[in-house]
């Protein structure tokens, strides 16, 4: 049986994406309402272009101008893209992913990372520079006018991370001592940090683990690492990542009060309803 409505949904995120393209070149600039003492990173690609650019303008306009907005290219951004992306804000810059890669990578993270986007994402985030509070944030993820709550955050940060709280354990078992491991189940798309994360326990399990790296073995790593660095869950009413609403047609779990939505991929098409919040 054919569901009209997410077809319906569907169609109106392409169209919405297609038209948000077209008109990116004569977006108003974004006032920001306060400033952040944050400096923000996000690994995207070519692809993920329209959701990067949407989902900084949101940050800008609800959450505040940061110390620097930091986008980190794998290496597929054209030079018109870059130039766009860098146009948004003198805060926001355009940088290359083997800038800020340690060289003491060990080979199975190089090597999952010449497989995998996500490999790359990893070896961005055992990289990552943190002086002072600093945000990781996928390209999927928009922000509501809610995100005052996330402002203040920043304002008088956590003395431990803080993440965005997964509605599964989308993770690699092989990667678990057992499954109390499971419990609390980071989503690696958003978390703050104040120091960098312990990265021992996880890295050394990824170099016992027998097989390939597959797509959530970067998320288990990331929830390792946080996990032995007493990471925090952020509020689920503020901060969101659901996907039951995957096949109605409206965007459920969108508002005015909310910090966030992460628009996985099952959900994509909804970050799309949410043009206001950028256009």
């Not at 306060?34 to 690994?43: A, I």
């Not at 609390?184 to 326990?201: E, R, Y």
């Not at 869950?233 to 096949?247: E, I, M, S, W």
């Amino acid at each position: 049986m054919i569901n009209i409505r997410y077809r319906a949904a569907t169609f109106v995120g392409r169209r919405n994406r297609r038209r948000f393209i077209k008109s990116s070149r004569s977006l108003r600039p974004v006032v920001s309402p306060r400033e952040v003492p944050v400096t923000v990173y996000s690994l995207s690609g070519e692809g993920d272009w329209p959701e990067q650019v949407a989902s900084i303008r949101s940050f800008l306009r609800f959450v505040g101008l940061p110390k620097r907005y930091v986008v980190v290219s794998d290496g597929s951004h054209s030079s018109e893209s870059r130039r766009s992306i860098e146009a948004l804000s003198p805060c926001v810059s355009v940088a290359s992913l083997e800038s800020l890669v340690k060289p003491d990578l060990s080979c199975t993270v190089k090597r999952y990372a010449a497989q995998h986007f996500l490999g790359k994402k990893l070896s961005l985030l055992t990289s990552l520079p943190v002086n002072g509070t600093t945000i990781y944030s996928d390209s999927d993820i928009l922000f509501f006018p809610g995100a005052g709550v996330l402002a203040s955050l920043l304002e008088s940060p956590a003395p431990t991370p803080l993440y965005l709280l997964d509605s599964w354990p989308s993770l690699d078992a092989r990667l678990l001592a057992d499954d109390s491991e499971c419990e609390l189940p980071v989503n690696g798309g958003f978390f703050i940090l104040n120091q960098p994360p312990d990265w021992s326990d996880a890295l050394e399990r990824l170099e016992r683990m027998e097989g390939d790296c597959v797509f959530f073995t970067e998320q288990t790593l990331v929830h390792l690492a946080l996990k032995s660095s007493h990471a925090q869950p952020l509020a689920t009413d503020k901060f969101v990542l659901r996907a039951d609403d995957q096949f109605m047609f409206g965007d459920y779990y969108a508002g005015n009060g909310i910090a966030l939505r992460h628009y996985i991929s099952s959900i994509r098409t909804k970050m799309w309803h949410q043009t206001k919040l950028f256009s």
